[in-house]
């Protein structure tokens, strides 16, 4: 039993009526496929006048902890006031005496709040990003509270930056203009500004982040999660620069359509290394670096660039264990529960001996950090390495993530812009081999579970008599056979059944109970 404190009252905003209670209750594990990187959620307080980026750096943070596996979301005040109050006037919105625009902005702040608690309690988030200036004492101390009666862990990210103009609420208004106003709004939030003191708020976890990176300042980090967002503030930058994606030439088992391996490039495979090397020669970068994986084809694709390159063996393809140099076709030929439990969950499984999706983006995380460091690099890599890398860049989930298309012979060009990245697709005119595979549909995945049903049962003949006593219609619904054996006969071989089987073997068994 543990006491839990928390704000009660869904008709009072926390920002106008703080109330607290106390009551009891029993804490029950919650099964998730979402891996717990900390036991009590974590709020990230943003702090810092308007345009010190910290939007920016909630976007970029927020996709960083969901691309390693942290489920994150920005709560972003501004954006709730845009929704209370369509049409933004002027400055004097924000002025501290403007009691009606005062307690719209607290009303929003509430929501957003409420918004958090659901996130958290609900929806199975860690972390929670609360995307507002937090300028004054009062309004630190009403959010610290709020986290700290629900039981979630605080950390605040204190930013001293220079100014970087480009509000949404300016969308539409005359640039020297907008900048006028701008300016008058940063003067209004400037007059009740208390910033993080060192000694006032000691107690606190916080990192301050000054001129752009040039100085930090950390206090107090409290678990794991907190020691992983300031590794990752510490070591990005806003810098102007480009990073250019691309898998290596195509090679001799791309031609062959078999997986993995450590072959060379095919004929093909090599026009495309040096189609390579006159489109990056006249892209003109400054200061271009080249990283490799220590495969053959990626060596020998950079090779005829002429420029010194790094190899990583971070950046080798994903490892298909006993799968390694076959086809698909004989993949599911000799392992067909294995081919169809892939095809169920392509990111989370395994191949035997080998590597999933989420285990590569776990080697990949050094690399994105030095990526985040550099200026312009030239990535030469492969199929599944260049997937999770634009997964990060682009912020795409992990059921996407190993069905992006990342063709041979295609260069694309990621520019970091304010929200985002933007992406340029180059395609050098040189063919090859289309080794993408689409993500298979319900029927597809149907049939390929359906395949093992011949070698199960000849394998196990007497479990098949003893199904058929309690199952007469069993060889007629085939895939609750396949299920059932699954499940508690060949347990030993440790195959996991996904919630998609379960449940297809509930609908199968009612239809045989109902016939």
Same mark, same amino acid.
């Given at each position: 039993?543990?006491?839990?404190?928390?704000?009660?009252s869904?008709?009072?905003?926390?920002?106008?009526?703080?109330?607290?209670?106390?009551?009891?209750?029993?804490?029950?594990?919650k099964?998730?496929?979402?891996?717990?990187?900390?036991?009590?959620?974590?709020?990230?307080?943003?702090?810092?006048?308007?345009?010190?980026?910290?939007t920016?750096?909630s976007?970029?943070?927020?996709?960083?902890?969901?691309?390693?596996?942290?489920?994150?979301?920005?709560?972003?005040?501004?954006?709730?006031?845009?929704?209370?109050?369509?049409t933004?006037?002027?400055?004097?919105f924000?002025?501290?005496?403007?009691?009606?625009?005062m307690?719209?902005?607290?009303?929003?702040a509430?929501?957003?709040?409420?918004?958090?608690?659901?996130?958290?309690?609900?929806?199975?988030?860690?972390?929670?990003?609360?995307?507002?200036?937090?300028?004054?004492?009062?309004?630190?101390?009403?959010?610290?509270?709020?986290?700290?009666?629900r039981?979630?862990?605080s950390?605040?990210?204190?930013?001293?930056q220079?100014?970087?103009f480009?509000?949404?609420?300016?969308?539409?208004r005359?640039?020297?203009?907008?900048?006028?106003?701008?300016?008058?709004?940063?003067?209004?939030? %400037?007059?009740? $500004?208390?910033?993080?003191?060192d +000694?006032?708020?000691? &107690? #606190?976890?916080?990192?301050?982040?000054? *001129?752009? =990176?040039?100085?930090?300042?950390?206090?107090?980090?409290?678990?794991h999660?907190?020691?992983?967002?300031?590794?990752?503030l510490?070591?990005?930058?806003?810098?102007? %620069?480009?990073? $250019?994606?691309?898998?290596?030439? +195509?090679?001799?088992? &791309? #031609?062959?359509?078999?997986?993995?391996? *450590?072959? =060379?490039?095919s004929?093909?495979?090599?026009?495309?290394?040096?189609?390579?090397?006159?489109?990056?020669?006249?892209?003109?970068?400054?200061?271009?670096?080249?990283?490799?994986?220590h495969?053959?084809?990626?060596?020998?694709?950079?090779?005829?660039?002429?420029?010194p390159?790094?190899q990583?063996?971070?950046?080798?393809?994903?490892?298909?264990?006993?799968c390694e140099?076959?086809?698909?076709?004989e993949?599911?030929?000799?392992?067909?529960?294995?081919?169809?439990?892939?095809?169920?969950?392509?990111?989370?499984?395994?191949?035997?001996?080998?590597e999933?999706?989420e285990d590569?983006?776990?080697?990949l995380?050094?690399?994105?950090?030095?990526?985040?460091?550099?200026?312009?690099?030239?990535?030469?890599?492969?199929?599944?390495?260049?997937?999770?890398?634009?997964?990060?860049?682009?912020?795409?989930?992990?059921?996407?993530?190993?069905?992006?298309?990342?063709?041979?012979?295609?260069v694309?060009k990621l520019?970091?812009?304010?929200y985002g990245?933007?992406?340029?697709?180059?395609?050098?005119?040189?063919?090859?081999?289309?080794t993408?595979?689409?993500?298979?549909?319900?029927?597809?995945?149907?049939?390929?579970?359906?395949?093992?049903?011949?070698?199960?049962?000849?394998?196990?003949?007497?479990?098949?008599?003893?199904?058929?006593?309690?199952?007469?219609?069993?060889?007629?619904?085939?895939?609750?056979?396949?299920?059932?054996?699954?499940?508690h006969?060949?347990?030993?071989?440790s195959?996991?059944?996904?919630?998609?089987?379960?449940?297809?073997?509930?609908?199968?068994?009612?239809?045989?109970?109902?016939?």
């Amino acid at each position: 039993m543990k006491v839990v404190k928390c704000y009660i009252s869904s008709d009072h905003l926390p920002f106008e009526n703080w109330h607290t209670h106390t009551h009891t209750h029993t804490h029950h594990k919650k099964c998730s496929s979402v891996p717990q990187f900390c036991n009590s959620p974590t709020m990230l307080v943003m702090v810092g006048l308007p345009a010190r980026g910290k939007t920016y750096i909630s976007k970029k943070l927020t996709r960083y902890l969901n691309w390693i596996g942290v489920p994150t979301k920005v709560f972003n005040v501004g954006q709730y006031r845009r929704q209370a109050v369509t049409t933004y006037k002027n400055f004097e919105f924000f002025k501290p005496d403007n009691e009606e625009a005062m307690k719209i902005r607290k009303a929003c702040a509430s929501a957003a709040l409420k918004d958090v608690a659901t996130y958290f309690s609900k929806e199975q988030g860690q972390v929670a990003v609360f995307d507002a200036t937090n300028t004054t004492r009062e309004r630190r101390a009403i959010i610290l509270s709020f986290a700290n009666e629900r039981g979630y862990k605080s950390f605040v990210d204190f930013l001293s930056q220079q100014v970087k103009f480009g509000s949404p609420d300016y969308a539409d208004r005359d640039c020297e203009e907008a900048m006028v106003d701008f300016i008058q709004r940063i003067d209004c939030y %400037r007059a009740s $500004y208390m910033p993080i003191d060192d +000694e006032k708020d000691r &107690n #606190l976890s916080y990192i301050k982040i000054f *001129d752009v =990176g040039s100085r930090y300042l950390v206090n107090r980090v409290q678990d794991h999660i907190q020691s992983r967002i300031v590794y990752y503030l510490m070591n990005i930058h806003v810098t102007p %620069r480009s990073i $250019y994606l691309s898998r290596h030439g +195509e090679s001799e088992l &791309n #031609l062959l359509g078999r997986i993995g391996g *450590d072959s =060379g490039l095919s004929p093909r495979g090599q026009k495309y290394a040096n189609a390579l090397a006159t489109f990056i020669t006249n892209q003109n970068i400054n200061d271009l670096k080249v990283w490799t994986s220590h495969m053959k084809r990626t060596i020998q694709t950079a090779e005829t660039l002429a420029v010194p390159y790094e190899q990583w063996k971070a950046l080798n393809e994903i490892d298909a264990g006993v799968c390694e140099e076959m086809t698909y076709e004989e993949i599911q030929e000799h392992f067909p529960e294995e081919f169809a439990l892939r095809d169920q969950d392509k990111y989370r499984y395994r191949y035997p001996k080998g590597e999933s999706y989420e285990d590569l983006v776990q080697r990949l995380e050094p690399v994105i950090m030095e990526l985040e460091r550099q200026e312009n690099v030239l990535v030469v890599c492969h199929q599944a390495v260049m997937r999770c890398l634009l997964a990060y860049f682009l912020d795409k989930p992990a059921g996407e993530l190993p069905y992006l298309r990342c063709p041979l012979h295609t260069v694309l060009k990621l520019t970091p812009v304010a929200y985002g990245c933007k992406v340029e697709s180059f395609y050098l005119n040189v063919e090859a081999v289309n080794t993408h595979r689409d993500r298979p549909g319900v029927s597809e995945q149907l049939l390929s579970l359906s395949d093992p049903l011949t070698r199960i049962q000849s394998t196990y003949p007497s479990s098949l008599m003893h199904l058929q006593r309690y199952f007469p219609h069993i060889r007629t619904y085939a895939k609750t056979f396949i299920f059932i054996v699954y499940g508690h006969i060949i347990k030993k071989e440790s195959h996991k059944i996904s919630k998609a089987h379960i449940l297809l073997f509930v609908f199968d068994r009612a239809k045989c109970l109902s016939s």
